[in-house]
C-alpha cells in the first residue's frame, strides 16, 4: 500500500492511496469466512455454506465493503501521523473518473481532497484594550420596571374614557376607498394595545374615546408596517397583511385599563417573601439590585461579543472555502445553493473564531474538567426553571435533572463548547487592559453589538 500527500496550496491538498491485492485478499477471505460461518441458506447446514458459494452470492459486496474500511482506516491514521490539522472531512476527488473491475485482483487508487486548517499566531498582552462597562440603573429604566411589576399584580377596570397604555376591545372593519364599509371585506372584533400604537398621531387619537365611539385609521401605519402585529388583530394572513392599502373603522366596545398594584405589605410579601421588604424604599433597592444583576449579565454579553469581534480582526487569514462550501454540501443533502451561499461568511466566521478559541486554549493550557461542565450545566438549567416557576428546585432535584440533561450526547457537547468559550474569554479578559466605564442603562441599550 502506498499513501502519499500532493499539496496544491496552504490550504488545499489531496491524498492519492493506492491499495493492492496483497492489502486487501486477506481481509476479504477472513469476511467471507466469517459470513460463511453465519450463514442461512437453503441445502446448507447452518455454518457449513462453502466460502466458495459466498463468494460467488456476496463476494463483490464484501469487497467493496473491506475497500471502504480499508480506505477508512489507512486515511485516518494518515492524517494522524503526519498532524495534519484539517477542516471538515476528506472528499472523494470530484475529477476521480477511474473504474474498476472488482475481480479480487484490481490494484486501487483513491484520491481525497483535504481542507487544511491555515497557520496563524495570535497574541494577547496589556496592549490590547477593551471596554468593560458599568451599567446604573437610570429613573426611567427603574419607573418602568416598578409599572410594570405593579400591573402585574394588579386588577382590571372598565374606565369610561381611554387614556394611555389602556387596552380597547373594538372591532375593526375594513372600508372601501369612498369610506364606506366594505361588505365582504375583514372584520374581526379584538383587543388593541395602545402601548403598541407605534404611530403617535394615530396614538393620540384613540385616546379619550368612549364606548361605542368610532374612528377611522391606516391600521399598518399605527403599526409601522408591522405585518405579523397587524395579521394578529385582523386573523389574516402575514403576507395579506402587508399588501393592506384600505384603512379600518374602529368602534370601540369596552375599555380596559390594568390598575397598578397597591405598593403595601400584602403586595410585597407575594414579591419577595413574607417580611422580606416592608418599605416602599426597600421595594425600591430590591428591584434596583435584581436590575444591576440582569445588566451585570448584559455587559458581560457586550463585553464577550467584543472580544469575539476584536480576535477576529486581529488575526488575518483565509479558509479553503471551496471545499468546505463542497464539503457543507456533501454533508447537507437538503441544502440549497441559496442557503449555502446566504449562510456561509456567518459559518466561516465561527469556525475562523474555533480556531482561534484552540489555538489560545492550547497557548495557555486551558483545561476543561467534568465538573465545571456539570456546575455550569446546572447553573443553565436552574435559570431556566426559575423563568417557569418561583419555587426553586432542590439541590437533589436540580443534580438530577443535570445528570439526565448531560446523558444527552447533544446537550454535553453544547454545554462543553459553552464552558470553553467562557474559559477563553476569561482568560483573555485576565491578559488584556479592560477600561472600566459607567453608563446608564438607557444609553447602554442604545450601543451597536
Do not use: C
Not at 496552504?10 to 485478499?25: F, R
Not at 435533572?401 to 448531560?406: A, F, G, P
Amino acid at each position: 500500500m502506498n499513501i502519499a500527500q500532493e499539496k496544491i496550496d496552504n490550504l488545499n491538498s489531496v491524498v492519492k492511496i493506492n491499495i493492492n491485492p496483497e492489502d486487501y485478499q486477506p481481509k476479504v477471505e477472513k469476511a467471507m469466512k466469517e459470513q460463511a460461518k453465519k450463514a442461512k441458506l437453503p441445502g446448507f447446514r447452518p455454518g457449513m455454506v462453502p466460502v466458495a458459494h459466498i463468494k460467488k452470492m456476496y463476494g463483490k459486496s464484501i469487497l467493496v465493503d473491506e475497500i471502504n474500511n480499508l480506505l477508512s482506516d489507512t486515511l485516518n491514521k494518515y492524517l494522524e501521523e503526519e498532524k495534519l490539522e484539517i477542516l471538515g472531512q476528506p472528499l472523494p476527488k470530484q475529477d476521480d473518473k477511474q473504474q474498476f473491475n472488482w475481480d479480487f485482483n484490481d490494484n486501487f487508487e483513491f484520491s481525497y481532497e483535504v481542507g487544511l486548517a491555515p497557520e496563524f499566531d495570535i497574541d494577547f498582552t496589556s496592549k490590547d484594550k477593551l471596554t468593560q462597562f458599568e451599567i446604573k440603573v437610570d429613573d426611567e429604566t427603574l419607573a418602568s420596571r416598578i409599572k410594570n411589576i405593579r400591573r402585574s399584580y394588579g386588577k382590571m377596570t372598565n374606565p369610561d374614557v381611554s387614556a394611555d397604555d389602556d387596552v380597547l376591545y373594538a372591532e375593526l372593519a375594513q372600508l372601501s376607498p369612498d369610506g364606506s364599509v366594505f361588505d365582504e371585506g375583514i372584520n374581526n372584533t379584538t383587543s388593541v394595545r395602545l402601548d403598541q400604537i407605534q404611530d403617535e398621531a394615530t396614538k393620540a387619537s384613540l385616546i379619550g374615546l368612549k364606548k361605542g365611539d368610532e374612528l377611522v385609521f391606516d391600521i399598518n401605519k399605527a403599526f409601522d408596517n408591522d405585518a405579523a402585529k397587524v395579521a394578529g388583530l385582523l386573523k389574516i394572513e402575514e403576507s395579506e397583511a402587508a399588501d393592506l392599502k384600505s384603512n379600518f373603522k374602529l368602534t370601540v366596545k369596552n375599555i380596559n385599563r390594568l390598575e397598578e398594584g397597591d405598593l403595601n405589605q400584602e403586595f410585597f410579601d407575594k414579591l419577595f417573601g413574607e417580611g422580606a421588604v416592608t418599605t416602599e424604599e426597600g421595594f425600591r433597592e430590591k428591584i434596583t439590585e435584581e436590575l444591576e444583576t440582569m445588566m451585570k449579565q448584559d455587559a458581560e454579553r457586550k463585553l464577550q461579543n467584543d472580544i469575539y469581534n476584536y480576535s477576529l480582526s486581529k488575526v488575518d487569514f483565509q479558509l479553503p472555502d471551496e471545499f468546505l462550501k463542497r464539503w457543507l454540501k456533501a454533508t447537507n443533502e437538503k441544502l440549497t445553493e441559496e442557503e449555502l451561499q446566504g449562510g456561509y461568511a456567518d459559518f466561516a466566521k465561527n469556525l475562523k473564531w474555533t480556531l482561534i478559541e484552540n489555538k489560545l486554549i492550547k497557548a495557555a493550557n486551558i483545561d476543561i474538567k467534568y465538573d465545571e461542565v456539570f456546575s455550569y450545566a446546572k447553573a443553565s438549567l436552574d435559570q431556566q426553571f426559575r423563568m417557569y416557576s418561583q419555587q426553586a428546585l432542590t439541590e437533589e432535584q436540580l443534580g438530577q435533572y443535570t445528570v439526565q440533561y448531560l446523558q444527552n450526547k447533544e446537550n454535553a457537547n453544547k454545554i462543553f463548547e459553552e464552558v470553553k468559550a467562557v474559559k477563553v474569554f476569561d482568560y483573555v479578559k485576565s491578559v488584556i487592559t479592560l477600561d472600566k466605564k459607567d453608563m446608564l442603562f438607557s444609553d447602554f441599550n442604545k450601543l451597536e453589538d
